[in-house]
C-alpha cells in the first residue's frame, strides 16, 4: 500500500454535528459546527497552502477517529461506519472549500477506522481524541494501494488490495 498523498490531523468535528446528536434547538447545532469549522479551515487552509490547492478531481479517502476514552464503565463497543463517514462532512465540504478537492461528488470513502484513547500512559503525553483524513488521489489506471496496472486499468483480481 502506497502512502497517502495527503494527511490532514483535525479536532474531532463537534457532538451535535453527528448523525444521531439531537441538540436542543437549532442554536445547539450551528454555533458548535461554525466555530469547528473555523477553526479546522484555517488547518486545511494551511494543509492547502503547503501542496499548491492541487485541486484532485478523484481522490479515495480513509478516516481515522481517535475517540475519547470512556470513563466510568460507559459504552466503549464502536460506533456505526456510516454514522461516522456523515459525521465528517463538514471537514470534507471543507477540503472543497479550500482548494484540495475539485469537487466532493467523486471521492470513494475507506471503511473508517476506529480506535479509543488510552485513559493513561506513564510518560507519554498524546491528544485525546482527534481525526485523521488520509487521502490517495487516483491516478489513472493505477491502483492506489499496491500501484499495479494491467493494460491501463487495475486489474478485476486485484481491485481490492486493501
Given amino acids: 500500500m502506497r502512502p ?6 483535525l479536532d474531532l468535528p463537534p457532538k451535535t454535528s453527528h ?13 458548535p459546527s461554525s466555530k469547528y469549522a473555523k477553526t479546522a479551515g484555517e488547518i486545511i487552509w494551511g494543509y492547502a ?3 499548491g490547492r492541487p485541486q484532485w478531481t478523484s481522490v479515495i479517502i480513509r478516516p481515522k ?3 475519547p476514552a470512556v470513563r466510568g464503565g460507559g459504552d466503549n463497543k464502536p460506533m456505526d461506519p456510516d454514522n461516522l463517514i456523515s ?6 465540504d471543507l477540503l472543497q472549500e479550500h482548494g484540495i478537492l475539485a469537487n466532493d461528488r467523486d471521492v470513494i470513502y475507506l471503511p473508517p477506522i476506529q480506535m479509543r484513547a ?16 488520509d487521502i ?12 499495479h496496472k494491467e493494460n491501463g ?10
Fill in 49 to 51: 497552502a503547503q501542496i
Fill in 4 to 9: 497517502p498523498d495527503l494527511t490532514i490531523t
Fill in 136 to 147: 490517495w488521489q487516483r491516478r489513472d489506471g493505477e491502483c492506489p494501494f499496491c500501484g
Fill in 153 to 162: 486499468q487495475p486489474s478485476l483480481v486485484q481491485a481490492a488490495c486493501p
Fill in 118 to 133: 488510552p485513559r493513561y500512559v506513564l510518560g507519554q503525553t498524546f491528544k485525546e481524541s482527534y481525526l485523521q483524513i
Fill in 19 to 31: 448523525a444521531n446528536a439531537r441538540p436542543k434547538g437549532w442554536q445547539g447545532k450551528v454555533f
Fill in 65 to 67: 477517529f481517535m475517540l
Fill in 87 to 92: 459525521w465528517i462532512k463538514k471537514p470534507i
